[in-house]
């Protein structure tokens, strides 16, 4: 399977505070994306970071991608009720984009 | 544009009855793709097309399911018969595919519940 681990796979955290999700991958990639899903709703893309990129920002978010650990992680700063989803980070090849259960992200108010 | 479109948005149907969920990606998008969420196995994979041809089913579980893109701006997903464990959010995505970056866009999804 080309699906990578996310982590963790549920996250509480207050508002305000910072939230931060790890996922690794398996095979090589030209990018990386990361996609919330809203209960209820289809997945909406967040941020795309390409391999010979290293850092992202987009907003409260944060990507850095680590290609010779074959990670990333997503980084939201000053969180807020409305952040609470689950976050995926699919891993693929050839257009085909495989996605895992994803991690659930919960903020208090 | 309005996004991608699919429906229904909830389905209701008694086992061994024929199921057709229905999408229209976004116009100019050549990629399709259906998968399916529950709550044990994720956000599966079912199909692909480019261009309205199919290129991988791999992920479709059984013969029972089957998927059509007779145009570019339409898809249909169908089961027959449908079984309770084909209960899940069947959610259609289109993308625009070129080298270095395939940006998918979701549907709402159409819940479909076999009793």
């Known amino acids: 399977s080309q699906q990578g681990e996310e982590d963790p796979q549920a996250l509480s955290i207050q508002e305000g505070e910072n939230a931060t999700m790890n996922c690794s991958y398996k095979?090589?990639?030209?990018?990386l994306q990361w996609y919330r899903q809203n209960s209820g709703r289809g997945l909406v893309h967040l941020i795309l970071?390409?391999?010979?990129?290293r850092e992202k920002h987009s907003g409260r978010l944060r990507v850095t991608l680590d290609t010779s650990k074959k990670s990333s992680s997503l980084l939201i700063t000053a969180s807020r009720a409305a952040d609470t989803a689950s976050y995926f980070c699919?891993?693929?090849?050839?257009?085909?984009?495989?996605f895992g259960k994803g991690i659930t992200l919960s903020v208090r108010p | 544009d309005a996004g991608v479109i699919q429906s229904p948005r909830h389905e209701v149907t008694e086992m061994g009855q024929e199921v057709t969920l229905r999408c229209k990606p976004i116009?100019?998008?050549?990629?399709l793709f259906w998968y399916r969420q529950t709550m044990m196995r994720g956000l599966e994979l079912l199909i692909y097309?480019?261009?309205?041809?199919?290129?991988?089913d791999s992920g479709m579980p059984e013969d029972r399911f089957s998927a059509k893109m007779p145009n570019a701006s339409f898809s249909t997903l169908k089961i027959q018969p449908s079984e309770p464990r084909d209960s899940a959010v069947y959610f259609c995505?289109?993308?625009?595919?070129?080298?270095?970056?395939?940006?998918?866009?979701f549907g709402a999804g159409s819940r479909l519940t076999v009793l």
């Open positions: 995505a289109s993308s625009h595919g070129y080298s270095g970056a395939n940006v998918l866009t």
């Open positions: 095979t090589s990639i030209n990018n």
């Open positions: 970071i390409r391999s010979n990129e």
């Open positions: 699919p891993s693929g090849a050839n257009s085909k984009l495989t």
């Open positions: 116009s100019g998008h050549d990629y």
């Open positions: 097309f480019n261009n309205n041809v199919p290129i991988d």
